[in-house]
């Protein structure tokens, strides 16, 4: 039976290409946060297999510039109905009731569990389809099977992928609906320079009826639409200044719970070729799953409000994404992600004494609010996997790096702080089990220091800060960004040192920078690093790294390792590379690194990013000084 939480697909063709424009990094974001010293992430109690990759726990940096927090642990419905005529590949007829459809035949009854399919290819015999059962297409523009509306047996109707009447028409358009919010995507067009999308709510749809949206970028979200209402779309191309016949008419229904905030369209750039990869399909890219925590109803437009996308980008979902997408490799790849949150209210805000918070999770307001432990298995797992259950696409591929846990699927949670008036809250990483199956699980980020959280998460990577209650790796892999050995060839990294191929010119940057009871990673400064013990190790009686508080943590990039494997991470998540770790870093390292980094390059600080090499344990200050230290840590032959 059709899930009544989730939103209506009323129609929905092939998946298609978008590149968007990255929003402009928002430099104010988390200077509110709490300023205290100490360490700003715990080691996560999870290790996840011979990547001995441990998500941080218990705080986070606190934005550029800031003082790092301290922390403790941590379908198919009725079958279409077709007027007339023959349809898609090989003419397989329809007739009233449209019991059977196109290429492939794949019959629908009333209720049935399969989608309606239309027809693959423009119909052979030419006769209109009726659009959702009711009339003949319109004007006879269009020629691939449309879908009729889910019945009582199913979700989604598929519509087909035949482009519509005029020469140079934009191929299939599909519509996704969610929360107040409606995403549509298109093939490119080749020589369009823009694109103009037409809206209404009734069928008959046309240039000449529906209301005009001017140069829409392919992954176009449609915001304040009103949930229970059928909207109905075309697209045009211009091209040489001309504008073409339109699309097939797509059509969804919005409503569930979760809003579509942005929508890549899964042609991301393929490094290997440099062109786009062949696209993914919307339900295989990876999806981010954003839940407000800790906000009041009155309090949810500072998580976001989904009717007003102009203007300022102040409220924490933007602020999220304009900060983890300003960040290599997010920035290289953004067409991989579709983004989603969560509105969901709470009747108290994390600092009432007794707390009952939407997803209950456990925040700690004795002094700064900083994480409590979440169980893998308690309450706010079996609160967030009910809701990531009513997802249009609730992860079902559980072979993502780190076993058992979704593939294309990453939670975050933005945990709202009255006393700072935005998302904070001193952060963590682990995973949350599906309370219906102890085998699914998905990664999940909570709290600040966003950017790091979520590589945790996403890319199973360690923390690079030194801490004196954890110990060295006994074990690792291809991936592993923490090692228990400072031995040059022995390094995961070493392709990256002073004089490879990669690296012919650099010296004093990438080495093993650590400790043989703590574990080595390969640069002084990086996103993943942070402050905990480095004092011990890293400090000076002067200066703001002492021996008692050094942060450590570069908020702008990643190491070049770290980035080199979160990259990685994309092509496993999306299913281009293996999931299995040592077959994609063979097929990475064989087919992948060096286009790679002859696209995307080296990254050196004082060239690509402020600072000096050797880097120095005073990340606010590039200038030698008396009150900083350079540092470089080579590995041994």
């Known amino acids: 039976m059709r899930n009544p939480r989730r939103p209506e697909i009323r129609e929905m063709g092939q998946i298609s290409p978008w590149r968007r424009t990255l929003a402009v990094f928002a430099s104010t974001f988390l200077l509110a946060l709490p300023g205290c010293s100490g360490g700003d992430e ?5 290790s996840d297999g011979a990547a001995g990759a441990i998500q941080g726990l218990g705080g986070s940096g606190a934005g550029l510039g800031g003082a790092s927090s301290g ?15 023959d349809l898609g590949l090989g003419g397989a007829a329809v007739g009233a009731g449209g019991a059977a459809v196109g290429a492939g035949g794949a019959a629908v009854g009333a209720g049935g569990a399969a ?5 693959a290819d423009p119909g052979l015999g030419g006769a209109d389809p009726g659009l959702g059962g009711a009339d003949p297409g319109v004007g006879g523009a269009a020629t691939g099977g449309f879908a009729g509306s889910p019945g009582v047996g199913g979700d989604v109707g598929v519509g087909g992928t035949g482009a519509g009447g005029g020469g140079g028409a934009p191929g299939a358009l599909s519509a996704i609906p969610a929360n107040g919010t409606i995403g549509l995507e298109w093939p490119v067009t080749p020589g369009a320079t823009s694109y103009n999308l037409y809206w209404s709510t009734t069928a008959d749809v046309s240039p000449t009826t529906g209301t005009l949206i001017a140069g829409a970028e392919r992954g176009y979200v449609h915001r304040d639409t009103s949930n229970g209402q059928t909207y109905y779309y075309v697209v045009t191309a211009v091209v040489d200044g001309s504008e073409s016949a339109p699309s097939d008419v797509a059509s969804a229904t919005p409503g569930g719970e979760w809003v579509l905030e942005q929508l890549g369209t899964g042609d991301f750039t393929d490094v290997v070729t440099g062109a786009p990869v062949p696209t993914v399909p919307v339900e295989q890219r990876v999806h981010i799953l954003l839940f407000g925590e800790g906000y009041l109803a009155s309090e949810l437009y500072k998580l976001h409000d989904h009717t007003d996308h102009s203007g300022a980008r102040d409220n924490d979902v933007d602020r999220w994404i304009d900060l983890v997408f300003s960040i290599e490799p997010y920035s290289l790849f953004p067409e991989a992600f579709v983004i989603w949150y969560l509105p969901r209210a709470s009747n108290t805000t994390i600092r009432d004494p007794n707390p009952d918070t939407a997803f209950q999770v456990p925040v700690d307001v004795s002094s700064f609010a900083q994480m409590g432990s979440v169980p893998t298995d308690g309450a706010t797992a079996q609160i967030a996997w009910a809701a990531i259950d009513d997802h249009l696409f609730p992860p079902a591929d559980f072979t993502g790096p780190a076993f058992r846990r979704a593939r294309n699927a990453v939670a975050a949670f933005l945990i709202f702080d009255p006393d700072y008036d935005q998302a904070s809250v001193s952060g963590l990483a682990t995973s949350l089990q599906n309370p219906a199956d102890a085998n699914q699980r998905i990664a999940a980020a909570f709290g600040v220091g966003h950017a790091h959280e979520f590589t945790h998460s996403f890319a199973n990577v360690r923390d690079e800060y030194m801490e004196t209650s954890n110990s060295a790796p006994s074990s690792w892999s291809g991936t592993s960004n923490v090692v228990g050995t400072n031995v040059c060839g022995d390094l995961p990294w070493s392709h990256l040192l002073y004089g490879s191929t990669i690296n012919p010119s650099v010296d004093g940057l990438v080495g093993a920078f650590g400790d043989p009871s703590l574990g080595y990673h390969s640069e002084l400064l990086c996103l993943m690093n942070g402050t905990h013990d480095n004092g011990e190790f890293y400090g000076t009686s002067t200066g703001s790294c002492s021996p008692t508080s050094c942060t450590l943590r570069s908020e702008d990039r990643m190491c070049n390792y770290c980035r080199e494997t979160t990259a990685l991470r994309v092509f496993q998540r999306t299913g281009i590379l293996p999931v299995d770790d040592d077959t994609a870093v063979a097929e990475w ?11 995307y390059e080296f990254r050196v600080p004082g060239v690509h990013f402020p600072g000096l090499v050797p880097q120095s344990n005073d990340r606010r200050d590039p200038e030698t000084s008396d009150a900083e230290r350079q540092i470089y840590q080579a590995c041994v032959p």
């Open 115 to 119: 989608p309606g399919v239309g027809g």
């Open 71 to 85: 922390g403790a642990v941590a379908a198919g419905g009725t079958a279409p109905a077709v007027g007339g005529g």
């Open 42 to 46: 715990a080691s996560d109690a999870e």
């Open 589 to 599: 390292a064989a087919s992948y690194r060096t286009p790679f980094y002859a696209q």
